[in-house]
């Protein structure tokens, strides 16, 4: 039987670390990221996953910055894309810094690192209040797992109650930030093995091998988000032009899996916002 779930197919189209110099059509303004949230709606996307930067290209947790970004996201594709802002450290942010941000922002939703979080300076009674403010302010939340440590880490705090029950969305990253570093299909096996099944999914790839990753998760039942952050090229191996390209190519397989694609408002009732 063909999964009529629909697929949540986000785009990341900038991430902390990529330049322009490695891509020309990298977004890292708002004017840019408004121009990559319309093409990247029209080829399938339903949501953005959205880093801010400094005028120098360096990453950046800024509350107006976001709101900015936002703003301009919004004018360029009104409600038709959930806008998702990260609280990525890339090394130049501790775990304070980056909850206040989503404190500051109160977006519609939110990537948070577990691993970032989970430090031994961090109390978890602080990681309680954190978690249990994104449940009371409805804050559509996703956890990134990167192994599974990471997975076993989430159930703990789950069965312990330092995390509450609310409708969180996972994402699991295939592979490591590492020089040349191509996921593969198969780097999903263990998270699905470790998985209890009982959040949504999606999955993140690296490389020129992240379509045929996201197809894969597409054909298990999860949700996939792809983009210039973590790669740059087509499953052909060459360059993608931009964005919107890798992520037409999971809306093309998607259809030949029969599998709908979420939209907005879609995803939103997935997580209880609608």
């Known amino acids: ?100 941000v989503v404190r500051d922002v109160r977006p519609e939703a939110v990537s948070v690192g577990l691993r970032e979080l989970l430090k031994p300076e961090v109390p978890e009674a602080e990681l309680h209040a954190f978690f249990s403010w994104l449940v009371q302010e409805n804050i559509m939340t996703q956890v990134i797992l990167y192994d599974e440590q990471d997975v076993a880490h989430w159930q703990r705090l789950r069965v312990q109650g330092v995390i509450p029950e609310a409708p969180w969305f996972l994402l699991f990253v295939l592979g490591r930030y590492t020089a040349g570093q191509t996921s593969s299909p198969t780097d999903l096996l263990p998270f699905l093995a470790a998985d209890e099944g009982r959040y949504p999914w999606a999955m993140c790839a690296f490389g020129p091998r992240e379509n045929a990753c996201a197809i894969t998760a597409a054909g298990l039942g999860g949700h996939v988000r792809v983009g210039f952050e973590n790669n740059l090229y087509l499953k052909d191996g060459s360059t993608a032009p931009d964005n919107a390209a890798l992520v037409a190519q999971v809306a093309d397989g998607a259809r030949a899996l029969g599998r709908p694609l979420a939209t907005a408002d879609d995803v939103r009732r997935r997580f209880g916002r609608a």
């Open 1 to 100: 039987m063909q999964d009529e779930t629909p697929l949540i197919v986000t785009v990341a189209p900038n991430g902390a670390y990529k330049t322009t110099e490695q891509h020309p059509a990298l977004p890292i303004t708002p004017e840019t990221l408004a121009e990559t949230a319309r093409s990247c709606l029209d080829a399938g996307a339903a949501m953005m996953h959205m880093h801010v930067r400094r005028p120098d290209g360096r990453h950046l947790l800024d509350a107006r910055a976001y709101q900015d970004a936002t703003a301009a996201v919004r004018r360029a594709v009104g409600q038709n894309l959930v806008i998702q802002i990260t609280t990525e450290a890339a090394q130049v942010y501790e775990p304070p810094a980056q909850m206040a």
